[in-house]
């Protein structure tokens, strides 16, 4: 299936503004982008085609890719002055750059890559900036089963916050922590069908309006995950995944050997 990537928007939590700064989905989580630790993540399952919607960056990204350095994060050895890789990462990989505006909603971004879906009925879209461990073979299965036109990944609400029932008078009644509450969020990984089109108007949100007008028909469907899950919204969030990474603890890396 196809991987919908969408990596153009500005990401100003991330950046510093300094000039030259890089867009999100190019911060670095150990040697590589972010955009690679989730293009991996799909390729580790067999889907190996990827349609990047492009926009604020543009360039960053296609440089590292026409660019790429294989002896980055792969073994090799140095005979005779020749690199001879003991593996590899992109090499089977069909990458389709695709400029999709600055300004682009995320909906108007996929509404501008389309014609890159061929006549594929089903495939895969991504913020390109949050990495998990989820079974996508199965999150696939269940939506091809269902017969909706999209489905979401949802996850419990991330922080530390708590919920706080007021009853009459001002009592505290209860105090609960948001992640223990009934509620689920959009975790970002989408499985798709051709139908979404229908359904985003022009400069329109995948979510907001897509989505929302499936779910009024019962066309929507949720995959629950409580497993491993880390958005990269803000430069905190991101430098604790490179902690992370620098001292093995990478769960979103189903590709790499089992310990």
Known sequence: ????L??????????????????????LVGPRPLIWHVMRYYAH???????LCLGYGAHQIKDFFLHYEETASNDFVLRQGRVELLAN?????????????VESSIG???????????GD????????DVLSDAPLPDMIDRF????????????????????????????????????????WVNGGYFVLRQEIFDHIPEGGDLLVDGCRELAKRGRLLAYPYRGYWRPTDTVNQRVELDRAYARGDRPWAVWEPAA
Not at 1 to 4: D, I
């Open 89 to 101: 990462d992109i090499s089977d990989w069909t990458i389709s750059f695709v400029h999709t505006g």
């Open 121 to 128: 009925e089903m495939f895969l879209a991504n913020y390109a």
């Open 1 to 4: 299936m196809k991987v919908v």
């Open 108 to 118: 108007e971004r996929l509404r501008r890559v389309r014609e890159h879906l061929g």
């Open 144 to 183: 091809a089963r269902s017969g909706a036109g999209a489905s979401l990944m949802v996850v419990p609400p991330p922080g530390t916050f708590h919920c706080v029932e007021v009853e009459e008078g001002g009592l505290v009644g209860q105090i609960t922590a948001v992640t223990e509450m009934p509620l």
């Open 6 to 27: 969408f990596c153009g928007g500005y990401g100003t939590r991330m950046r510093t503004g300094a000039p030259g700064d890089a867009p999100k989905p190019m911060q």
């Open 45 to 51: 399952w067999g889907h190996k085609e990827f349609v």
